[in-house]
């Protein structure tokens, strides 16, 4: 099984590292803006990366869930690039973030777009294999044999 799910895993914890980076960042940001705990309001610059850091922990449990079942489910290849791309698409957010509110949008808007991918391909990765498993449809070899 481990040889169906290295890719997934690395892009994984690829993630874990892209949030630990976040959360220094808030750290260094509280220090430079002296915004001590608990606090989360201060200058705009610190919100702007508080904000951020906080927004990419609030969707990541949806795309580590997405990123798992659809590369469980539907192709390890795919999925790996489409976590990657998503990851690349975070961390530009998160930097246009960190500069202005404006910044953050044109990572945002891609990165949803990837993640409605994820979750589509796990959706029909899902629904091929139940087929398959239960009604004893085989969803894809079935197309093959319409289109060939």
């Known amino acids: 099984m ?10 994984t914890v690829l993630g874990l590292l892209e949030q630990a980076y976040f959360s220094l960042q808030v750290i260094y940001a509280r220090r430079k803006y002296s915004v001590s ?6 200058p ?21 869930s997405s ?3 659809s590369g469980l489910f539907f192709s390890q290849g795919v999925t790996t690039l489409f976590g990657l791309l998503y990851l690349h698409g975070r961390y530009q957010y998160f930097w246009g973030y960190a500069e202005s509110p404006l910044g953050r949008l044109k990572p ?36 093959n044999h319409i289109f060939l």
């Not at 705990?37 to 201060?42: H, K, L, N, Y």
């Not at 990366?49 to 580590?64: T, V």
């Open 108 to 143: 945002l808007y891609f990165c949803a777009k990837v993640q409605w991918v994820l979750i589509g391909l796990g959706a029909v990765g899902v629904l091929c294999t139940m087929s398959r498993l239960y009604l004893g449809v085989d969803i894809p070899q079935s197309i």
């Open 37 to 42: 705990p608990p606090m989360t309001a201060g």
């Open 67 to 69: 990123l798992w079942v």
């Open 2 to 11: 481990h040889d169906q799910t290295a890719c997934i895993a690395a892009v």
């Open 44 to 64: 705009p610059e610190f919100e702007r990366i508080f904000r951020a850091q906080a927004n990419c922990s609030e969707y990541f449990p949806i795309f580590i």
